[in-house]
Nanobody
Framework: QVQPEESGGGLVQAGGSLRLSCVAS????????MGWFRQAPGKERDFVAA???????AVADSVKGRFFISRDKGNGTVYLQMNMLKPEDTAVYYC????????????????????WGQGTQVTVSS
């Protein structure tokens, strides 16, 4: 499988915004459910947001109202719009994809995903 590829990370001040992108090339992008996870130093990889084939979405409680996931099936890209960033959002952000026949299911568990990107660093300064 071709791995997803993230971009858009960087350094931002608290209260700022960033938009992460994830290109997930493959035969049929619409057959994938997608997810974003993050891992801070010394911590486990945590769920951030997920989107189903039918574009239903879920986000973690810690980012609800601030982070939004979306996808553009035309260019095979998933986005994570991050607003009102906080220092505790600092982490490496990973994009993951899962081939699935289910249209309405999104996946919150990292073990459900088939393929992962290399990650992109997001650093939020106070």
């Amino acid at each position: 499988q071709v791995q997803p590829e993230e971009s858009g990370g960087g350094l931002v001040q608290a209260g700022g915004s960033l938009r992460l992108s994830c290109v997930a090339s493959g035969v049929i992008f619409s057959s994938y459910a997608m997810g974003w996870f993050r891992q801070a130093p010394g911590k486990e990889r945590d769920f951030v947001a997920a989107i189903s084939r039918a574009d239903t979405t879920a986000v973690a409680d810690s980012v609800k109202g601030r982070f939004f996931i979306s996808r553009d099936k035309g260019n095979g890209t998933v986005y994570l719009q991050m607003n009102m960033l906080k220092p505790e959002d600092t982490a490496v952000y990973y994009c993951a994809k899962k081939v699935t026949l289910s249209t309405a299911t999104y996946y919150l568990n990292s073990n459900d995903y088939d393929s992962w990107g290399q990650g992109t660093q997001v650093t939020v300064s106070s």
